[in-house]
């Protein structure tokens, strides 16, 4: 697919965060795809959590099923974006920020500002060798105010997609 599409997706993404109240920021996998992170302050377990991601992973699916998917199997996934709910399931793991990839070439998972993505290459652009010298060019951390951020799932946003916070 498109790497456009992936870029895409991840800015429609936070626009629907947005509209919901959250903030998001964006950081490239070192792989084929971005993660957008939702920092929020614990409320709810972590079913209810996963429960709501998968319905706005599913309200994307439904939006464009040609573009889309979130269904794990890579069978069902050709030619798709995968929209992965589940890695907010509890004990399941994300690659963390300025970790490098077991892959060729070395990629790096780097946090990115949001008017970056256009100029974005490819999520594996950032690599061993020149991660330092992006590092170096930052005028500013692409994540700044994320540590700061408290912000919650409310009552409020469960309902609009059916979850039962209880």
């Given at each position: 697919m498109a790497w456009q599409w992936v870029i895409d997706a991840a800015l429609q993404l936070?626009?629907?965060?947005?509209e919901l109240g959250l903030e998001s920021w964006v950081k490239t996998t070192g792989g084929?795809?971005?993660?957008?992170?939702?920092?929020?302050?614990?409320?709810?377990?972590?079913?209810?959590?996963?429960?709501f991601t998968q319905a706005i992973a599913?309200?994307?699916?439904?939006?464009?099923?040609?573009?889309?998917?979130a269904n794990m199997s890579k069978t069902k996934r050709v030619g798709k974006i995968y929209i992965d709910y589940v890695r907010n399931s509890r004990g399941?793991?994300?690659?963390?920020?300025?970790?490098?990839?077991?892959?060729?070439?070395a990629p790096v998972s780097v946090p990115l500002a949001w008017g970056e993505l256009p100029t974005l290459a490819r999520s594996d652009s950032y690599t061993v060798t020149n991660v330092l010298q992006r590092l170096k060019t930052l005028s500013h951390d692409p994540w700044e105010g994320f540590g700061q951020v408290k912000q919650r799932v409310t009552k409020n946003m469960l309902k609009i997609f059916g979850v039962d916070g209880n």
């Open positions: 936070r626009q629907r965060l947005q084929k795809g971005l993660h957008v992170v939702v920092p929020i302050v614990p409320k709810y377990d972590w079913n209810v959590i996963k429960a599913i309200e994307r699916v439904n939006a464009a099923p040609h573009r889309y998917t399941a793991t994300a690659i963390a920020n300025y970790s490098t990839r077991a892959r060729s070439g």
